[in-house]
């Protein structure tokens, strides 16, 4: 079958197509034809090298996919036969034409959600309900959604702006903010324009912001501490699309009474995984709104990845085999 092969860690051209075996199933495991691959950002991360690859090099590539059950292990509900899934792998083997995958890390796309907005859906929906769990927005209360024209960040906006919240977002560019603002954002600051804290501060006007939904980290949340409520404050930290995590101390939080909450790690993610027939559900009743900026073939994944890291995609970008 074919497949992409991640021979070593570096740029997007470690992203090889190749020929490999089909995967089989042992128990409790299934195989899915795979019909759309969503190409994710920590994976771009991973195959950069900022994470460690959690299988040894060269290895099939690929956290998730979406497509039809075509055959069952042992002790496998016989009725998953012919399923329309998502599914995540925890890793690698994504990135393929079949994709072998333990059951409890399936879950059945609902009638009315397509197979690629339910591939577009899987990570940023599940993740975003989680966030929204962990921090409770009250409506009236001011948000704060760092890069919401990412997968993440646009359902952040729609579930707060559902909630009640005033969302103010933060976007690159102009036709990202459009974005932002279909999506439910009262305000958005453009995070390309150094400084932009300070149009945030600007835009508060003496006010304060409840809720920070950190994507960005690196040190761009320090000239934010002095705009987040004091005592109630919550910062959530689940992403460093700038390289780094947050760099926070805890004298920071503690002088303000502000609460960061990390959001990452092997506990955290049984949290969004617990969310994934939620997402599914919401994004078919129409409550969640993923756009898809672009479906390529899977030999594409170098493509597809260069995409994500020059910024250029509005919306996910999918692989199909
Ligand atoms: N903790 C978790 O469970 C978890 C799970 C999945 C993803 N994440 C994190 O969530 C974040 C979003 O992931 P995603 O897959 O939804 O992203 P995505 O859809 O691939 O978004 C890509 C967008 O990120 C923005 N971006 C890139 N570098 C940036 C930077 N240095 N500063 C500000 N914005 C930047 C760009 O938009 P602009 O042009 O508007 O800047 C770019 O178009 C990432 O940090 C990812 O690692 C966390």
Redesign the pocket.
């Known amino acids: 079958m074919q497949a992409i092969v991640m021979t070593e860690t570096g740029a997007p051209e470690v992203l090889v197509p190749h020929d490999v075996d089909e995967p089989r199933p042992g128990d409790g495991q299934v195989v899915v034809r795979a019909e759309a691959i969503p ?4 994976e ?2 991973v195959r950069a090298g900022a994470y460690p690859f959690p299988a040894p090099l060269p290895a099939v590539f690929g956290f998730q996919a979406a497509g039809t059950v075509v055959e069952l292990g042992a002790g496998v509900d016989p009725a998953l036969l012919g399923a329309r899934v998502v599914t995540d792998t925890g890793g690698f083997g994504a990135y393929a034409e079949f994709v072998v995958t333990a059951t409890d890390s399936v879950a059945v796309i609902p009638d009315g959600l397509t197979t690629d907005l339910a591939a577009a859906t899987q ?2 929906g599940s ?1 975003a309900l ?1 966030l929204v769990a962990a921090a409770a927005p009250a409506p009236g209360e001011t948000v704060l959604v ?9 359902c952040l906006t729609q579930l707060c702006a559902a909630r009640g919240a005033r969302v103010i977002a ?4 102009a036709e ?1 903010a459009r974005l932002a603002r279909k999506h439910g954002a009262a305000e958005v600051v453009d ?2 324009v150094p400084g932009w804290a300070d149009q945030l501060r600007e835009l508060l006007a003496g006010n304060t912001v409840d809720v920070v939904f950190d ?4 040190d ?1 949340l320090t000239p934010l501490l002095d705009v987040v409520t004091p005592l109630s404050g919550r910062i959530l930290s ?6 780094a995590p947050a760099q926070l101390g805890a004298v920071d939080l503690i002088l303000r009474g502000l609460t960061l909450t990390g ?2 790690g092997t506990a ?2 049984g949290e ?1 995984a617990r969310q994934r027939p939620a997402a599914l559900e919401a994004a078919a009743q129409g409550l969640l709104t993923i756009g898809v900026d672009s479906v390529l073939p899977l030999t594409e994944a170098a493509h597809a990845h260069r995409k ?2 020059n ?7 999918l692989l199909r085999p």
């Open positions: 190409v994710l950002y920590p771009t991360m990570m940023p993740v989680a760092e890069a919401s024209a990412t997968g993440v960040g646009s933060t976007a690159g560019g990202k995070h390309s994507s960005i980290g690196g761009s689940y992403g460093w699309l700038a390289g959001c990452a955290w993610l969004v994500l890291e910024r250029t995609a509005l919306g996910a970008v």
